[in-house]
């Protein structure tokens, strides 16, 4: 009789049934896998439900037709599952990976955790992926048993390291965290259930990352076009999409613009998965890993674009950075959402009894490292549109975020 969620995986691709656990031991499901079960978890979350209200790049009053991060990271799924069939991995687990990877975003996306950064700098600091740990681990509030979501090892392990190693070898900070330090919240957490921060992911969790480089590049240049932030033609400056607009060009000549974009976006995620995969298989068969954990201990990643799409991501971040993050629009109201974020932050600290009663229980006498993280907590979890009423109910004048 075959297993609940069973399917054919390569030997190393994470397998649920030789799962490491969860920090609380809890029976089998006899319907479902242990990845299929996290992933379950993660969609019924209150964090999931809130990241429909959370700016990908436009807030809320530019229009229903933008990229929210809900919607940001299911289009994450939807590509993850599609590498990891392809390339014999879990697709649960990447599916899992891909839906929770944001949810420690703030609300105003970018600035908000860049305000949020900043404010907690004397307090150890605030990173999302650190937070995305606490939501999971601590945060979430539902089950009778236990805080948090009690994830497998393997989910955790993900969304800590999707995008590399933590720590160096010798136990220090890896490049990226050489000017910061690991997060506290992270460094934390790996004391009670070791994470293994020092080597990759599995493979599943790269392919999650890679998804998420995808996603980004498809529909930022989508949202972009239709903002008018730019035009199309102007991104024929980029030789991988003007090798694109050119073959669009030629099949359907005349065509209509929203179409164009569209068929443009849909040959962008395309290319870019059919690179992946093809780079992927040589990379694994290079490594002929015989395990997941052979995945981890390669010192190198096992899913991972080829040189020239490599280049021809770079290329188009390097485009949308000047013309679309950096736009005077967007600025504008980065700026505006700046404001209101480090407003909040000031009041809370300053009078925890201005948050609701579940946020400010227990900090009385507290110290004011543990009064911050709280407040960041709260603020962390806001949608923008809460944020906006929050400021609204505090302050006499909020920022109009136009």
Known sequence: MQRAGERWRAPYACNPWESRGRLHREPASPTRSEF?????????????????????????????????????????????????????????????????????HTPFGHTGEDALADCMAPFGGFDHNAQALRLVTRLERRYAAFDGLNLTWETLEGLVKHNGPLLRADGGPAPRYAGTGVPLAILDYAAQQDLEL???????????????????????????????????????????????????????????????????????????????????????????????????????????FS?????????????????????????????????????????????????????????EGAGEARVARRVADYIAGMTDNYAVDEHRRLFPTTPELR
């Open 36 to 104: 299929q079960r996290d992933r379950d978890r993660v969609v019924h979350s209150s964090a999931f439900r809130r990241l429909k209200h959370k700016t990908q790049v436009f807030v809320f009053h530019e229009g229903d037709h933008y990229r929210t991060r809900l919607t940001h990271s299911i289009e994450v799924s939807q590509i993850a599952r599609a590498l990891a069939r392809s390339l014999g991995l879990d697709e649960d687990l990447a599916e899992a990976l891909a839906l929770s990877h944001d949810l420690g």
């Open 198 to 304: 020092s080597t990759f992911a599995g493979g599943e969790a790269q392919a999650a990352a890679l998804s998420d480089d995808i996603a980004y590049n498809a529909h930022d240049i989508d949202d972009g076009l239709r903002a008018g932030l730019f035009a199309i033609d102007d991104l024929a400056e980029i030789p991988f999409l003007r090798d694109l607009l050119a073959e669009i060009d030629r099949r359907y000549p005349g065509l209509e613009p929203s179409r164009r974009i569209h068929e443009l976006v849909r040959r962008v995620i395309t290319r870019f998965v059919e690179d992946a995969v093809r780079e992927s298989e040589r990379l694994i068969a290079e490594l002929a890993p015989d395990s997941a954990a052979a995945i981890r201990l390669a010192g190198r990643p096992a899913v991972a």
């Open 307 to 363: 040189g020239a799409i490599a280049a021809a991501d770079r290329a188009i971040k390097a485009f949308l950075h000047p013309r679309m993050y950096r736009h005077p629009r967007v600025v504008r109201v980065r700026e505006q959402a700046d404001v209101i974020l480090r407003d909040l932050f000031r009041r809370f600290t300053a009078d925890p009894a201005a948050m609701p009663q579940e946020w400010r229980a227990g900090l």
